[in-house]
């Protein structure tokens, strides 16, 4: 009732939620009463949570911030609303994003942009924009986000929360809406690394409804997290402190690190070459993938549908044209133009090349270091509005993020102080592949 009551208040200037389920949380929550009357003990029984909108939810609309969807209500929940469900969390609502979580800023939403809850005029990040403004607004104790390029560790380093995307098939994709498949996961965000390993116990995983979820065994996520850092080998990678780095963020994230090395950490330079090309890598992959996920939303089945169509190609083309908006639009034809014949070999192609040499780089400094620690992101949260304009300048503000999801490793965000504008910054923490223990036992530590 304190955060429902605490969601109209604040909800309305910071239009994180896009549904807020009010009543069936009441009913979830006493559920949960229930259950714990019975003698159930789980830590996550009656705690309160936020979906992103990516996340299909049985009977509540689920509309990845389309106009495509915006009134899709799925039959089923996805793998990670379940499991959560399933360990006695209380679903709160759905949360605000990019649309089809495509988007550094949240403003490529149908529902409008989220604002920061540190400034109202800044953009949260994105496209987890929603999870990290509740959780930093006190609006849930804790979301769930999706990072394809950076989307939950970039809004959570603009918001001062803590993220963290997973290894490439630890947590289920199944019923999470598809962005770009070979890069999409999905991760906890919460105030704490300790908060973020409860939730991670409960959304990691084998499934086999996810065709490329991993076997490995899901370890006790909490159980290293008061290890002490004692012999820590912590690699930082020069690429990330070049040119764009805005000097405030550097230093406080060189501060951080040097946080590290008073708890007993060993830090030393890494070398990560190919990291300048992650972005351009990631700008052919990840539309091209987009363009073939994408292609189920035809007007026929489940989504924004024209009216009075002349044929099924004039079907297909209005509802489209309505249903998607600009920048989904624009990722579209950009992921047909490299598949199609005659540039596939230019361009997808020579970009699945680099990803392979991206994962390179990143096993050769896990022959060297424990975990590579640097900056999210090349700045704090900027303006509403500032880098709409340009998308390319947009695309820079995950310079730091991709190169992790092109290599398919575990990173995280955590908060490591403030500007002297007062706005959040992040450090962020990658480690080797289902290394998340390692990277929560470092957070732990650090916060
Ligand atoms: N900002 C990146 C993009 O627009 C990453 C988004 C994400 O991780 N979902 O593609």
Redesign the pocket.
Same mark, same amino acid.
């Given at each position: 009732d304190a955060l429902l009551a605490r969601i109209d208040a604040v909800n309305p200037g910071l239009n994180a939620y896009i549904t807020v389920t009010a009543e069936t949380a009441r009913q979830a929550a006493q559920a949960a009463d229930t259950r714990r009357a019975a003698g159930e003990s789980s830590p996550l029984l009656g705690v309160p949570i936020a979906h992103k909108d990516i996340f299909c939810t049985e009977g509540v609309r689920t509309t990845c911030a389309s106009r495509m969807l915006a009134d899709f209500v799925s039959p089923y929940d996805a793998t990670v609303v379940g499991r959560l469900k399933a360990a006695g969390t209380v679903m709160l609502g759905k949360l605000n994003m %990019?649309e089809f979580?495509?988007?550094?800023s949240n403003e490529t939403s149908h529902f409008g942009p989220v604002k920061n809850p540190w400034d109202a005029e800044r953009i949260p990040g994105?496209?987890s924009g929603g999870s990290a403004a509740a959780v930093a607004a006190r609006l849930a104790p804790a979301a769930t986000g999706? %990072?394809?390029?950076?989307?939950i560790r970039q809004p959570a380093a603009m918001c001062g929360i803590t993220g963290l995307k997973p290894t490439y098939g630890r947590v289920s994709r199944y019923g999470m809406i598809a962005?770009a498949s070979s890069l999409d996961q999905g991760g906890p965000m919460a105030r704490t690394a300790a908060d973020c390993a409860l939730l991670l116990n409960a959304m990691a995983g084998f499934d086999d409804k996810d065709s490329t979820s991993s076997p490995a065994e899901r370890p006790d996520f909490t159980a290293q997290l008061n290890q002490p850092l004692q012999g820590l080998r912590v690699g930082v990678p020069e690429e990330f402190f070049g040119a764009g780095l805005d000097p405030e963020v550097g230093a406080l994230v060189q501060e951080a690190i040097g946080q590290l090395e008073k708890l007993g950490a060993t830090v030393k330079s890494v070398h990560l070459p190919n990291n300048p090309h992650a972005v351009s890598t990631y700008y052919v992959l990840?539309p091209a993938e987009a363009s073939s996920n994408l292609a189920r939303f035809d007007g026929v089945r489940y989504t924004h549908r024209a009216e009075n169509p002349k044929d099924l190609i004039d079907l297909y083309k209005r509802s489209r044209a309505a249903g998607f908006g600009a920048e989904v639009q624009r990722r579209i034809l950009i992921g047909t133009y490299v598949l199609s014949a005659g540039y596939y070999d230019a361009y997808y192609r020579k970009a699945q090349q680099v990803r392979a040499l991206i994962r390179q780089d990143f096993l050769n400094a896990f022959h060297e270091v424990d975990v590579i620690a640097g900056p999210t992101t090349p700045s704090a949260a900027f303006r509403l509005g500032e880098k709409t304009a340009d998308p390319v300048s947009m695309y820079l503000?995950?310079i730091y993020t991709i190169a992790v999801n092109l290599a398919g490793i575990p990173a995280m965000s955590i908060p490591c102080g403030f500007t002297q504008a007062g706005l959040p910054v992040g450090l962020q923490l990658m480690g080797n592949y289902f290394e998340e223990a390692r990277l929560l036992n470092v957070a732990h530590q650090y916060q």
């Open positions: %990019d979580a495509m988007g550094s994105g496209s999706t %990072d394809t390029g950076g989307s962005f990840a503000a995950d």
